[in-house]
T-cell receptor
Framework: GAVVSQHPSRVICKSGTSVKIECRSL??????MFWYRQFPKQSLMLMAT?????????EQGVEKDKFLINHASLTLSTLTVTSAHPEDSSFYIC???????????FGPGTRLTVT | DQQVKQNSPSLSVQEGRISILNCDYT??????FLWYKKYPAEGPTFLIS?????DKNEDGRFTVFLNKSAKHLSLHIVPSQPGDSAVYFC?????????????FGKGTLLTVNP
C-alpha cells in the first residue's frame, strides 16, 4: 500500500515553455501533498505544501508565480513550471501525507531538463 | 540553519555486519523522526519512524533509536545486505495541523560490500 505515482518520469523542454508534472496517491487519500526539488548530491529541498482545496504554501525563496501548484482532489496535485529556464533543470519529487500521524510517501520523481 | 544533520556523508560495511547511520537535530520541538532510503533517480522510500515519546522502534532488520537528551537518533540495519546500498535520509517533523512538514538531513551514502 501507500503508492504515489508521478508523471512524467522525465521531460525535456525548451526554454520559455511550461511543463506540468502530476502527482497521484494511488491507494489512499492525501489531504496534503508536498513538492520537493533535489539538486545533485544534495538533500531534498521542500518547495511547497499543497492542501486539497486551498492555496499552496510556498517555502521562502520559491517563486509561487513560477511554480504553480494545484491540489484539486484528494489524490492529485500538479506542479507547473512556467516559463522554464535552464536553471530550473532539476529532479522534482512529490510526496503525499499518509492518513495517520506523520508518514509521507514519495513519488518516483521527475527529471526536468530545460534546454 | 541546518536543523537536521547527518555528519557522515558515507559509510561502508561488510555484508552481514551491522550498519549504523546517525542523525543529530537541533530543534527540541520535533515530534517525530523518520528514515528514508533513496536510490539514484528515484523517490525516497519510507523505512521506519519513531515518535518523540519513544526511544526505540523496530521493524524487521531496521531499528531506530532516539536519544532525546542528546538530540540524536540512529538507524541500525542488521544484518546488512548489498541491496541496502543507497542514500539514507533522516527526517524530522512537527505536527501542527496545517503546518505539518518534514525537515531532511543531507543523507548518508551506505555501501554494503559482498
Amino acid at each position: 500500500g501507500a503508492v504515489v505515482s508521478q508523471h512524467p518520469s522525465r521531460v525535456i523542454c525548451k526554454s520559455g515553455t511550461s511543463v506540468k508534472i502530476e502527482c497521484r496517491s494511488l491507494d489512499f487519500q492525501a489531504t496534503t501533498m508536498f513538492w520537493y526539488r533535489q539538486f545533485p548530491k544534495q538533500s531534498l529541498m521542500l518547495m511547497a505544501t499543497s492542501n486539497e482545496g486551498s492555496k499552496a504554501t510556498y517555502e521562502q525563496g520559491v517563486e509561487k508565480d513560477k511554480f504553480l501548484i494545484n491540489h484539486a482532489s484528494l489524490t492529485l496535485s500538479t506542479l507547473t513550471v512556467t516559463s522554464a529556464h535552464p536553471e530550473d533543470s532539476s529532479f522534482y519529487i512529490c510526496s503525499a501525507r499518509y492518513p495517520g500521524p506523520y508518514e509521507q510517501y514519495f513519488g518516483p520523481g521527475t527529471r526536468l531538463t530545460v534546454t | 540553519d541546518q536543523q537536521v544533520k547527518q555528519n557522515s556523508p558515507s559509510l561502508s560495511v561488510q555484508e552481514g555486519r551491522i550498519s549504523i547511520l546517525n542523525c543529530d537535530y537541533t530543534n527540541s520541538m520535533f515530534d517525530y523522526f523518520l528514515w528514508y532510503k533513496k536510490y539514484p533517480a528515484e523517490g525516497p522510500t519510507f523505512l521506519i519512524s519513531i515518535s518523540s515519546i519513544k526511544d526505540k522502534n523496530e521493524d524487521g532488520r531496521f531499528t531506530v533509536f532516539l536519544n532525546k537528551s542528546a538530540k540524536h537518533l540512529s538507524l541500525h540495519i542488521v544484518p546488512s545486505q548489498p541491496g541496502d546500498s543507497a542514500v539514507y535520509f533522516c527526517a524530522a517533523g512537527r505536527d501542527r495541523g496545517s503546518n505539518y512538514k518534514l525537515t531532511f538531513g543531507k543523507g548518508t551514502l551506505l555501501t554494503v560490500n559482498p
